[in-house]
């Protein structure tokens, strides 16, 4: 029996880290006076111990250390697999290797002053820690360890949250310089350890002196044994634990036939990873992102129930009820699931190659697409899904342009440019065009299907299709530079696309080209469309679902 479920132990992990990271922070800070004098760092540690070493901040202080580190080897004990991504194992292993490189700065700093009876100040440490290589590269690392991992929990915290991407540049800037200014404070406050203190009886020579004397080496080598002792018998009586048979073995299944057999505790991420089985999980398993999540095709009756934080994601998101986190969901029983996001599709597939494209006029058919409403559709998703579901488009359109014979030439917010004819002729690149358009109609309405219930409005396209030239060429600066095409016929299918958003339909495409492809899209609404900068108007066919046009077109286009 759990005394504590799995999203209260975050909590209560997040919160005395976050006291750690703030006495962490201020330590830091505190060494970093050195740049300034030895009495500033003075100054600042009277500032500092006044809060920390007053009852109330020891109590606060190892409170949060203890439980801290009792809480990372519980999850490191509810971890059912150690294959985890680099970030997740190197905050592990920063975490678990800190109270071995400290135990030795404690024990000078805290422990012997208390034995001794007085108290420490910067000019006894640092003389101390200067005075042996061994000692000051010891120092060196613990403070990197010491930063690195507060710096990757804080990120793995802080990564999923809307306000992130505002002050991330401002973030990563502190993450770098406090320890840079921490370790040039510490150094430069060590060489300025003059015999003017000496001579006027200046800051810590006559308490160090007297703590040379009073305090026991081999009472204090004792106290260090005995931690060292004491954190090493946690982290291998935990790894121990871990390694016991555990009762009961489930089967998880994949679409792809590939079924991962587990134990019973094991959550649906941690048994895709033990398998090999590559799944998505951008915010580190923690709930608090839905990139993970997986749709439950068998097995849904008997399971456990989302807890607090998963059930806030899902509801965010508007999940149904047989879509869980595959980070949060542990299965009591066997289960087959589906995972909604691949890795597949958190990239675009290679564009064709693009040769004999530069500098020269060709006639091409133009294809612009745009989906509708998608600003209002992202205010109510979270970010990752976000960039998901539009990767999943821009997958669809370049599917759909390519296997139709087009090339993408650029991906402009939610909308996409797409050529048609640098290898063809221009007859069929229009018929390449239109079957183009089909196939986005068509794929459109598959995304639908796949975010049925997670989406509060379907995806709605509106393309845009013209013919004529253009000029085809590299164009842009450095590696900015692409194949692109520019002209009046580029200008024209993009006015296109917006003529479809005005009268509500999926399709507007210029007579002219319907003319080059050989066909009459008799039936449709037909407007003529003033041009800016033209005389002469263009006849334009209106089609309300692009898809029907796909009777009309060979197999191939």
Request: aromatic content about 8%.
């Amino acid at each position: 029996m759990t005394i504590l479920s799995t999203s209260r132990c975050k909590q209560i992990h997040l919160i005395s880290g976050s006291v750690l990271g703030v006495f962490v922070l201020c330590h830091f800070l505190n060494h970093s006076l050195g740049l300034v004098s030895i009495g500033a760092m003075e100054a600042g540690r009277h500032v500092f111990t006044l809060v920390w070493q007053s009852l109330p901040g020891t109590v606060v202080l190892y409170g949060a250390l203890l439980t801290h580190f009792l809480m990372a080897l519980d999850s490191l004990y509810r971890r059912q697999t150690l294959r985890m991504p680099v970030g997740e194992a190197l905050k592990i292993i920063f975490g678990l290797s800190l109270p071995f490189l400290l135990i030795p700065h404690v024990v000078a700093t805290r422990v012997e002053p208390l034995l001794a009876g007085i108290g420490g100040d910067y000019p006894t440490i640092l003389r101390a820690l200067w005075s042996s290589s061994a000692n000051t590269t010891r120092q060196t690392i613990a403070l990197l360890f010491v930063w690195s991992h507060a710096c990757l929990g804080a990120w793995f915290w802080m990564r999923g949250r809307d306000w992130f991407p505002r002050y991330e540049t401002l973030l990563y800037t502190v993450a770098l310089l406090v320890p840079i200014f921490a370790l040039l404070g510490f150094v430069n406050g060590a060489r300025s350890l003059g015999r003017e203190y000496a001579e006027h009886g200046g800051y810590g020579d006559r308490d160090y002196a007297s703590l040379q004397q009073r305090a026991d080496p081999a009472l204090l080598e004792n106290i260090r044994l005995a931690f060292y002792g004491g954190f090493a018998g946690l982290i291998g009586g935990t790894l121990a634990l871990r390694a016991l048979p555990s009762r009961g073995r489930i089967r998880i299944r994949y679409p792809d036939g590939r079924v991962a057999a587990v134990s019973l505790g094991f959550s649906v991420l941690e048994a895709s990873r033990a398998a090999g089985i590559s799944h998505v999980s951008v915010c580190g398993g923690r709930g608090r992102c839905s990139t993970c999540r997986v749709r439950i095709i068998q097995g849904l009756e008997g399971q456990p129930v989302p807890e607090a934080a998963e059930r806030a994601t899902l509801a965010r998101i508007g999940a149904p009820d047989n879509v869980r986190l595959a980070c949060q969901f542990r299965p009591a029983h066997d289960v087959s699931v589906v995972p909604i996001l691949d890795t597949d599709s958190l990239g675009i597939k290679t564009q064709l190659a693009r040769q004999n494209g530069g500098g020269r006029e060709r006639r091409v058919a133009v294809l612009f697409c745009d989906l509708r409403d998608f600003t209002r559709i992202a205010e109510h998703t979270l970010p990752y899904d976000t960039v998901f579901l539009l990767n999943r488009y821009f997958e669809m359109v370049g599917e759909a342009v390519e296997s139709s014979g087009g090339v993408i030439d650029k991906f402009i917010g939610d909308g996409a440019l797409a050529i048609f004819g640098l290898k063809t002729p221009l007859p069929q690149a229009c018929r390449q065009a239109l079957n183009a358009a089909s196939r986005l109609s068509q794929g459109i309405r598959a995304l639908n299907q796949t975010f049925e219930g997670e989406l509060d409005q379907p995806l709605r396209l509106a393309i845009g299709l013209h013919a004529g030239p253009a000029i085809i060429g590299e164009m842009g600066y450095g590696q900015a530079t692409s194949l692109t095409a520019v002209g009046d016929t580029i200008n024209t299918a993009s006015r296109l696309e917006g003529l479809a958003k005005e009268h509500d339909a999926e399709l507007a495409v210029s007579v002219e080209l319907v003319q080059h492809a050989g066909f009459d899209l008799q039936g449709h609404r037909r407007l003529d469309m003033g041009l800016r900068g033209r005389q002469a108007r263009l006849e334009t066919c209106i089609v309300d679902d692009a898809s029907e046009i796909s009777e009309l077109l060979p197999a191939r286009g």
